[in-house]
């Protein structure tokens, strides 16, 4: 019996055949702009968890009153 052959190089991953693609269809201004526009959206998403949890953290600490 014998065994198949071993594949000498890796599959690319999804996110690596999806640049090939678009590195094919957009320019290197547009690639650039949308790499920019999910970065904002990313810190976004990133500033928006951080005021949850310190809303979260504010809710529960004891308020100080006699000021």
């Given at each position: 019996?014998?065994?198949?052959?071993?594949?000498?190089?890796?599959?690319?991953?999804?996110?690596?055949?999806?640049?090939?693609?678009?590195?094919?269809?957009?320019?290197?201004?547009?690639?650039?702009?949308?790499?920019?526009?999910?970065?904002?959206?990313?810190?976004?998403?990133?500033?928006?968890?951080?005021?949850?949890?310190?809303?979260?953290?504010?809710?529960?600490?004891?308020t100080?009153?006699?000021?």
């Amino acid at each position: 019996m014998q065994t198949a052959p071993v594949r000498a190089t890796a599959i690319p991953s999804f996110g690596t055949a999806l640049r090939a693609v678009e590195s094919l269809l957009m320019s290197s201004g547009q690639r650039t702009a949308r790499r920019n526009a999910w970065t904002s959206v990313l810190e976004d998403r990133r500033r928006a968890k951080d005021r949850v949890e310190a809303e979260r953290v504010l809710d529960q600490s004891p308020t100080v009153t006699g000021f």
